[in-house]
């Protein structure tokens, strides 16, 4: 069994698409040189992003759209 599990990931955000952009954004960030934030076993990028996403040492935040000019 794959742990964490999707479902329980996905209580952390608020879509898979948000999920799938948070852990590439991240892992592109580790693989950068950036410290994780977690302890994993894995010196795998995106593992390590999912994990820190699940331990909620990451947030996100949704841009808002802007208003249009008038």
Known sequence: M???TL???LEK???K???VVAVAKR????VD???KLTKVESNKPVTIAINEI???KIAYERNKP???AE
Do not use: F, N
């Not at 892992?27 to 580790?30: G, K, M, V, W």
């Open 27 to 30: 892992a592109r960030q580790l």
């Open 2 to 4: 794959i742990y964490p």
């Open 33 to 35: 040189g950036q410290q």
């Open 17 to 19: 698409y948000t999920l």
């Open 7 to 9: 479902s329980s990931l």
């Open 66 to 68: 802007e208003k249009p």
């Open 54 to 56: 699940y331990d909620e």
């Open 13 to 15: 955000v608020d879509s």
